[in-house]
């Protein structure tokens, strides 16, 4: 679970340093996860927004490497290690405060947000995930912010492709647990 983290947290750094931003490596936090200081902030909403979805991107990554494994051992705990590792992702994505779909909405004109929400219901439909929830409700409220007019189909496209393959890889459980 800490190699899933800390897999996270270098999609962060991976994406900053593509971008010539200056960060310091992983730092965890007991309890709460882990974090990076950035040395400067991206200079634009889509920068910041890239650098945003990228550890939930990884994050995917390693839950399919843990999918992988759970599938050449039939090993649960594995299996755990999917759905624990994509419902974090996904809590990471409600976009509130400093977490990652709190960046990753930021570049979405207001029709892009409405059809990520979209995205989220469907998604939310065919999962019954519980997390998307709260995703949901967060890009509702984002909707009624003030969103830039021009937007970012390629935040949308990043963003939306993340929740589905973070809702598909929720539902992995382990043998005998969950629905």
């Known amino acids: 679970l800490v190699l899933s983290i800390y897999v996270h947290e270098m999609g962060h750094v991976a994406s900053l340093r ?11 936090i007991p ?17 910041d927004a890239r650098v945003g979805l990228a550890g939930p991107i990884w994050g995917s990554g390693a839950a399919l490497a843990a999918l992988g494994l759970h599938r050449l051992t039939g ?10 590792g994509a419902v974090i992702n996904l809590f990471n ?9 709190g960046r990753g909405i930021q570049p979405l004109s207001r029709s892009e947000r409405l ?13 019954h995930e519980a997390m998307l929830v709260l995703v949901g409700i967060g890009v509702l409220v984002q909707c009624f912010a003030h969103p830039p007019t021009k937007g970012d189909s390629g935040a949308l496209v990043q963003f939306s ?3 589905a393959m973070l809702g598909y890889l929720a ?4 043998p005998g647990v969950g629905p």
């Not at 593509?18 to 965890?28: E, L, N, R, S, V």
């Not at 994505?93 to 779909?101: A, R």
């Not at 539902?171 to 382990?174: G, K, L, S, Y």
């Open 93 to 101: 994505l409600i976009p509130f405060w400093q977490l990652d779909g």
């Open 18 to 28: 593509h971008y010539g931003i200056p960060a310091t490596a992983p730092m965890f």
């Open 115 to 127: 059809l990520l929400l979209a995205a989220v219901f469907v998604v939310f439909t065919l999962t």
């Open 75 to 84: 090993d649960a705990l594995y299996a755990s290690l999917v759905h624990i």
């Open 171 to 174: 539902t992995v459980r382990a």
């Open 161 to 163: 492709l993340l929740i």
């Open 31 to 47: 309890g709460l996860g882990a974090l990076i200081r950035l040395k400067s902030h991206p200079p634009t909403p889509a920068q």
